[in-house]
């Protein structure tokens, strides 16, 4: 109704409430759609169009149509580097660029093209040291780095992002999860002891999601295996 009749703000604003309510009760199919309905009608110049693309091409990822996601976040990419040479010294330009990048790296890993997927890593990256530089206290800009680092095999310096921004919020269990993470791509005898205490930790104080409980597991089994090849 609202898309009918122009009114983009408030039809932009209810897609979102939607789509996040559907996202909870695994709905794809009905999300993606509703997705591609209000990427198609808002127009190129409003600033929710480049946020439904992607999330248009999230939700094809996930039902497994890899291409067609592939196809959606290249549109995406295109929108946002239209946007950042019309405005390039804007953040959220600039962030919205690096993670359009930083999926359409996703996509082609997952497609096997190991050389392309590294290409979009680095220049997600490369993004991400800009804004960092411009703004180094801010949390979102330094997660992104981190992310970035690990996509492009460098887990140490995402290692020195992750323990800084525990340092500057240290009650704040997500950045805490998101260490264990890197740590566990470092995946050292080390490394693996300092995840499991972090995520035993965080387990007795029933600060894990149901998603992230598994991690205790996980980690153990890792190291059990390391444990178990070093002394081979």
Known sequence: MFLAAQEFDRASELAQQVIQFLQGYGQTTVWVELAREVSEALPV????KLRFIGTEGDGLALLGFTAEAMDRH?????LAERLVAQEPDRADFLRNLSVSYNKMGDLQQALGQGDAARQFFQK???????????????ADFLDDLATSYERVGEPQRALSLRERLVAQDPGQAYHRVR???????????????????IVTELQNAKQLTPIEAPLVE?????LQQVKSAGAS
């Open 124 to 138: 997600s990256l490369d993004l991400r040291e800009r804004l960092v530089a411009q703004e180094p206290g801010r």
């Open 179 to 197: 260490m264990v993470r890197t740590l566990m791509q470092i995946g050292n005898t080390g490394s693996l002891q300092r995840a499991l205490e």
């Open 45 to 48: 110049n409003h600033d929710d």
């Open 74 to 78: 290249t549109q995406a990419s295109a």
């Open 218 to 222: 996980a980690i153990r089994q890792m």
